[in-house]
């Protein structure tokens, strides 16, 4: 069965600090792993996307790895701000019949405190 | 570039009765996704189009919702009769093609609560 496992379920930073989020999947035959910023009240907004032979992407404060022998992602945020506070969602690809098919983790609930 | 439109923002109706959402795609995005999301969850993918066919709606509980997209642009999906259960938001996603390689454009969803 297609699943993206993700953790912690939520999590509280200070402002500043870095934190990891982690995404665990045994999705098959992989595509691409993506991670998404999710705002309340908003629609998902991309981060990152990698392909199998990926292991490391960035996006300004946020870089994304990838080990597709272990089906691992984590996402490192660095220097956190207050406007990081949202939910953080793994999204990984896998291919059937010709067609690309998301599939979603629950997401990790970040809160950046002052 | 305009967003993926979606209307209403937010609906409240009684269970059994029925409802229906409006998307409109980025413009050129063959490919369009409802999603549900259930407080505290990730979406999860109702149906997919490819222009005006469905690619997937394994996941799309077809005693009760139903979608379309005649034209292959704007797609409605429909909800009748409404259960308690249906409370969520509704999102719907669009991308240039079915690999979904540029990425999935997310609307801002409609909340709906069924009391």
């Known amino acids: 069965k297609n699943q993206v496992e993700q953790s912690p379920q939520s999590l509280i930073i200070l402002e500043g600090k870095n934190c990891t989020l982690q995404c665990n999947y045994t999705v098959s035959p992989f595509s691409n792993l993506r991670w998404y910023k999710q705002d309340t009240g908003r629609g998902p907004v991309s981060l990152t996307i990698?392909?199998?032979?990926?292991n490391t992407k960035s996006n300004g404060r946020y870089t994304a790895t990838l080990d597709a022998d272990t089906k691992q992602s984590s996402l490192h945020i660095t220097a956190s701000q207050l406007s990081d506070s949202a939910s953080y969602i793994c999204?990984?690809?896998?291919?059937?019949?010709?067609?690309?098919?998301?599939?979603f983790g629950r997401g990790t609930s970040l809160i950046v405190h002052p | 570039e305009a967003g993926v439109a979606q209307s209403p923002r937010y609906k409240i109706i009684e269970k059994r009765q029925s409802v229906a959402f409006w998307c409109n795609p980025i413009?050129?995005?063959?490919?369009l996704y409802w999603y549900q999301q259930i407080l505290g969850q990730g979406p999860k993918l109702l149906i997919q189009f490819q222009n005006n066919g469905v690619v997937d709606d394994s996941q799309l509980p077809k005693d009760r919702f139903s979608a379309e997209r005649l034209k292959g642009v704007d797609s409605t999906l429909k909800i009748q009769p409404a259960k308690l259960e249906d409370s969520a938001v509704y999102l719907c996603a669009s991308s240039l093609d079915l690999r979904g390689g540029s990425g999935y454009t997310f609307g801002s969803g409609t909340r709906l609560t069924v009391v």
């Open positions: 999204v990984v690809s896998y291919t059937s019949g010709g067609s690309y098919i998301p599939t």
């Open positions: 990698m392909t199998f032979s990926e």
């Open positions: 413009s050129g995005h063959a490919t």
